[in-house]
Nanobody, 126 residues
């Protein structure tokens, strides 16, 4: 199994940038596609971005394309989300997600998630 801990959330102003990090424990990180989700107040959790195990394939939801970048460092067991040009609609709890071993990034998009992190709050003020 893998355990996930997010960090990097906080309060920023519209137009600012913020970088999130997800630290994974265990030996299977590099075998899993990974992703980021967000849950805004009063809304369901939504998919933001996913990345494949080791060939760099990425998938983004339309609302963050061109603004957010997902990346990973398998040597460090880390997943990242660089968020630029933030707006108030980006406010929410951001979750790191791990897929099942040897799964695909598209599985993450479809919320076939094996493990969730505890989430980190991002608040964007106008």
């Amino acid at each position: 199994q893998v355990q996930l801990v997010e960090s990097g959330g906080g309060l920023v102003q519209a137009g600012d940038s913020l970088s999130l990090s997800c630290a994974a424990s265990g030996r299977t990180f590099s075998n899993r596609a990974m992703g980021w989700f967000r849950q805004a107040p009063g809304k369901e959790r939504e998919f933001l971005a996913a990345i494949s195990r080791n060939d760099g394939t990425t998938i983004y939801t339309d609302g963050v394309k061109g603004r957010f970048t997902i990346s990973r460092d398998n040597a460090k067991n880390r997943l990242y989300l660089q968020m630029n040009n933030l707006n108030v609609d980006d406010t929410g709890v951001y979750y790191c997600a791990a897929g099942r071993e040897f799964g695909l990034a598209v599985h993450i998009k479809n919320q076939f998630v094996a493990t969730w992190g505890q989430g980190t709050q991002v608040t964007v003020s106008s």
